[in-house]
């Protein structure tokens, strides 16, 4: 990996994870998402992401979640692929918001029955009494929505875009190979430079 190579981040994002989409055993488009609250308290989970939209990484979540919550308070967050098969990882840091309704829409009808109904039955980070709630839950819109499932107002996308990317290579004795772009004033080009691992 080189320098001159990196013009724009994303073409190389995609080959790497295309290169992990046949190595890692499952789930090589997970990627640990870090929001903060407002309060400056950091949280971080793993979710995955569905799609890349004009340079924008986009994963799907409840909007009355913890982490949607944090995002619509500061709308900032950072993004982690690590593929231990490739011991690569790729970190990125931006700006969130919303994807529209459209983008959501045509997603949400991509998805399995089970997962439709799963986004209308949880209610994703508050207390649940018991497995058996969340259940009782899934058969009632199971029975409510027979054939037609619409999506949640509530259940969407956002979008993730990136003033920062790293990519780092493992080197032999811990001599990474790291690189972090920031991006120019013109379109898809960014400036790479390479740091100390």
Do not use: H, T
């Given at each position: 990996m080189e320098?001159?190579?990196?013009?724009?981040p994303i073409p190389l994002f995609k080959k790497w994870l295309s290169e992990a989409e046949k190595t890692e055993p499952r789930d090589p488009n997970a990627m640990q998402l870090a929001t903060v609250a407002k309060n400056?308290?950091?949280s971080v989970r793993t979710v995955l992401l569905?799609?890349?939209i004009n340079g924008?990484?986009?994963f799907y979540t409840n909007y009355e979640s913890r982490k949607s919550n944090e995002i619509l308070d500061t709308s900032k967050g950072a993004i982690c692929f690590y593929w231990k098969s490739l011991n690569?990882?790729?970190r990125l840091?931006?700006?969130?918001?919303?994807v529209s309704d459209e983008i959501s829409d045509n997603y949400y009808k991509s998805r399995s029955r089970g997962s439709r109904i799963g986004a209308w039955s949880s209610k994703q980070s508050r207390e649940l009494?018991?497995?058996n709630t969340l259940m009782e839950e899934v058969k009632a819109f199971e029975a409510k929505y027979p054939n037609n499932i619409p999506r949640p107002n509530f259940w969407g996308g956002f979008a993730l875009t990136p003033i920062e990317?790293?990519?780092?290579?493992d080197g032999d004795f811990r001599l990474h190979n790291r690189f972090i772009l920031k991006p120019t004033e013109k379109k898809n080009q960014w400036t790479a430079k390479r740091y100390y691992p």
């Open positions: 320098l001159e190579a990196i013009i724009d400056g308290m950091p569905k799609d890349i924008n990484f986009v690569r990882q790729v840091v931006g700006s969130i918001k919303k009494d018991s497995r990317f790293e990519f780092w290579e």
